[in-house]
């Protein structure tokens, strides 16, 4: 894997941020936006927040039905990822699941690293009670939580 020396004045580079921005090891889940069309089309948008106002936004579209609409919010989730890794890591969404366990409804996403360093296969969840479909975001969030972290710490 190659590696990337970024530049002293890339706003994500170390050397240029304070200690207390160093301390923030985790992007921020800022804003979702999902659209269906009448034709039956649907697009998603995550953003993601990094520091000082950094955001990096992911994008997906394609056919709208209560499962696809779960698999374009992960694959959009997936897209912001990759663009704040600057191509550095790369996912594959292996599926996606709305279930009943527990007495609750939750979202759970199955994930392959296609490129990058970690853990080949990740799996995240998370309660689905008031929007499925924000749900698979933030289960995809859940899912690269830890190798997001390795991730920001070694760069």
């Given at each position: ?34 659209v269906r069309t009448p ?25 709208s039905s209560p499962m ?88």
């Open positions: 894997m190659a590696s990337v020396t970024p530049s002293p004045n890339d706003p994500l580079s170390p050397s240029a941020l304070s200690p207390l921005q160093l301390k923030r090891e985790r992007l921020r889940f800022t804003n979702f936006r999902f034709s039956g089309l649907c697009t998603a948008e995550v953003e993601l927040e990094w520091l000082d106002g950094v955001t990096v936004v992911g994008k997906a579209s394609g056919q696809g609409d779960l698999r374009i919010a992960a694959e959009a989730a997936l897209r912001a990822l990759e663009s704040f890794s600057g191509g550095a890591i790369e996912f594959e969404l292996a599926g996606v699941k709305a279930l009943r366990a527990f007495d609750a409804n939750i979202v759970i996403v199955a994930l392959g690293l296609r490129k990058g360093e970690g853990p080949q296969r990740l799996l995240g969840s998370y309660l689905a009670e008031r929007d499925p479909v924000r749900a698979a975001v933030i289960s995809v969030l859940n899912a690269t939580n830890r190798l997001l972290g390795n991730f920001i710490a070694t760069r």
